[in-house]
């Protein structure tokens, strides 16, 4: 969450927040990208008013950060709601405490979030980034094979493409989250049953069907792993596979399919959910599937099914 250059510095600690925090990440699960992204909102507001206590601000004073983030500093309403849910969060937890008797931020109007529908992949397009490491590899097979490496080092490389093909698919077959990609372990998964356990956000837990291609994938990439972790995805030096090393792997495979390589892991998980909805998923299973707590979330991607076949019709009725 970048800092404007208008904000006043932010402080680095704040005793309040650090407590804030920590009971939130030890008692609610929440992820390192929101405890990071929560650190940075409070701290940026606190540096607005840093001769108050957190207890003493009045709604007035969190109306008047609204007009300079909205107005001021021109941030968009994504922006904008994501550093009042941090304020709303502590405050909640303020109030569990017993040091408020009220949310100063509770009644304050947000900008609305322009409606978009999520972004997500055809069946063409998802077999051809599937396939995409299987190309890159074999390219660079060649080029190392045409610079005279040995034979040896290209295989002990190769466990590297498996594990890529094997986190690709399971992505796709399982709609998770980046977060929920990187902590898999190997005790998570039962390639009998064809399931895999997640821990999502809060850490609840859900069981996750695995199609047979992503079971067939991590079977090839487990006989291949030189790692014998329970972390799942290992990178080269046998350390778990961070979310930044997925991101970069994703743009080159979506690059090299031809297709956006702007597109984020997330937008493999929209993919999973709209394809499951194309084929006549219910939108409870769905739900449950993604590990939604709130159904209307879910609900999006219903609007993108009817815009698809709202197209189809268009396109083929002659009463259209």
């Given at each position: 969450m970048p800092t404007s250059p208008t904000s006043p510095r932010p402080q680095s600690k704040d005793k309040a927040i650090e407590e804030f925090l920590k009971q939130i990440e030890e008692g609610r699960g929440v992820s390192p990208n929101t405890v990071r992204n929560y650190r940075q909102a409070l701290l940026e507001f606190k540096a607005t008013v840093p001769d108050k206590s957190w207890w003493d601000l009045k709604p007035a004073d969190f109306k008047a950060y609204l007009y300079s983030l909205a107005r001021a500093q021109k941030l968009g309403p994504s922006t904008v709601r994501l550093r009042?849910?941090?304020?709303?969060?502590?405050?909640?937890?303020?109030?569990?405490?017993?040091?408020?008797?009220?949310?100063?931020?509770?009644?304050?109007?947000?900008?609305?979030?322009?409606?978009?529908?999520?972004?997500?992949?055809?069946?063409?397009?998802?077999?051809?980034?599937?396939?995409a490491p299987r190309q890159l590899w074999a390219k660079a097979e060649k080029l190392q094979a045409a610079g005279g490496k040995k034979k040896s080092r290209r295989a002990a490389q190769n466990w590297q493409m498996l594990r890529d093909i094997a986190w690709l698919e399971v992505f796709y077959s399982a709609g998770l989250r980046l977060a929920e990609l990187v902590s898999l372990k190997r005790s998570n998964l039962d390639l009998r049953q064809g399931t895999v356990r997640v821990f999502g956000k809060g850490r609840k837990e859900r069981l996750c069907p695995l199609g047979g291609p992503a079971l067939r994938a991590l079977e090839a990439y487990l006989d291949a792993c030189p790692c014998d972790d329970d972390v799942l995805f290992v990178s080269a030096q046998g350390r778990q596979l961070n979310g930044r090393t997925v991101q970069l792997a994703l743009k080159r495979y979506l690059a090299a399919a031809g297709l956006d390589a702007r597109l984020t892991p997330h937008k493999?998980?929209?993919?999973?959910?709209?394809?499951?909805?194309?084929?006549?998923?219910?939108?409870?299973?769905?739900?449950?599937?993604?590990?939604?707590?709130?159904?209307?979330?879910?609900?999006?991607?219903?609007?993108?099914?009817?815009?698809?076949?709202k197209r189809v019709y268009d396109g083929a009725h002659p009463r259209a």
């Open positions: 009042f849910a941090a304020l709303r969060t502590f405050y909640k937890q303020a109030l569990r405490e017993g040091r408020m008797k009220s949310n100063p931020v509770s009644d304050l109007t947000l900008p609305k979030m322009p409606r978009r529908l999520p972004v997500f992949l055809n069946q063409e397009q998802v077999l051809a980034l599937l396939n493999l998980r929209h993919t999973f959910a709209t394809h499951l909805l194309d084929h006549g998923a219910d939108l409870r299973s769905v739900q449950e599937l993604l590990g939604h707590s709130q159904l209307t979330t879910t609900q999006i991607y219903t609007s993108v099914s009817v815009e698809r076949l």
